[in-house]
């Protein structure tokens, strides 16, 4: 069984511009969700999507944006590229229950993607 | 302050022995307590998760709860070098909420 799959692993950007990272899950889950590692905050969860619409949200601003399609793939989106972007960010889906609920203490993580903003 | 507060390390231990990590929190609506392990360049894996408090026990690793003292410990019998690690917890108020992690604890088993 396929793990988690993002692309790509590692992208260099300018500040200003903007960057679509790609989360494929594993086969039947249908939560994904999308974190922000760095050394000083630690794992910081951005947003969560399951059947295509945002279940939960973060604290970060506007410039992170997400979205999820009908085979579960998601992408983030950061647009407006600050210094402070740079990060490991990773993906994590969750297979959903009979009862419709999402056990998101079995998530798996991927690789990440490293993204480092000049 | 932090939602969930964990000592960074490095710890740093001989091969064998018995290896306590902790982290506490200050929401008490938390009822899903989980450990991560990551290693470097690579993604975090799920080691074990718990409900409310008590304790659980996966060979050779045995996560405990207090709810009542708000403190999560993870311990680790007989470490290996392969042990060696950054350890995160993590934690959720219902099945379906979104997951607070801990910073981590970096972890390293010397042979």
């Known amino acids: 069984k396929a793990g988690v799959t993002q692309t790509p692993r590692y992208l260099i950007k300018t500040r200003g511009q903007q960057v679509t990272l790609s989360c494929s899950p594993i086969?039947?889950?249908?939560?994904v969700s999308w974190y922000q590692q760095t050394p000083g905050q630690g794992l910081q969860f951005l947003f969560e999507y399951f059947s295509e619409t945002q279940r939960n949200k973060g604290n970060f601003p506007g410039r992170f944006s997400g979205r999820q399609f009908s085979n579960s793939r998601s992408e983030m989106n950061v647009s407006t590229l600050e210094l402070g972007d740079s990060a490991l960010y990773l993906c994590?889906?969750?297979?959903?229950?009979?009862?419709?609920?999402?056990?998101?203490?079995?998530?798996?993580f991927g690789q990440g993607t490293r993204l480092t903003v000049v | 302050q932090k939602e969930v507060e964990q000592d960074p390390g490095p710890l740093s231990v001989p091969e064998g022995a018995i290896v306590s990590l902790n982290c506490t929190y200050s929401n008490s609506a938390f009822q899903y307590f989980m450990w991560y392990r990551q290693y470097s360049r690579k993604g975090p894996e799920l080691l074990m998760y718990t409900y409310s408090s008590g304790n659980k026990e996966d060979g050779r690793f045995t996560a405990q709860v207090d709810k009542s003292s708000k403190y999560i410990s993870l311990f680790i019998r007989d470490s290996q070098p392969s042990d060696s690690a950054t350890y995160l917890c993590a934690m959720m108020k219902t099945s379906y909420d979104k997951v607070i992690f801990g910073p981590g604890t970096s972890l390293s088993v010397i042979p």
């Open positions: 994590a889906s969750s297979l959903e229950t009979g009862q419709g609920s999402i056990m998101n203490t079995e998530a798996f």
């Open positions: 086969s039947g889950h249908r939560s």
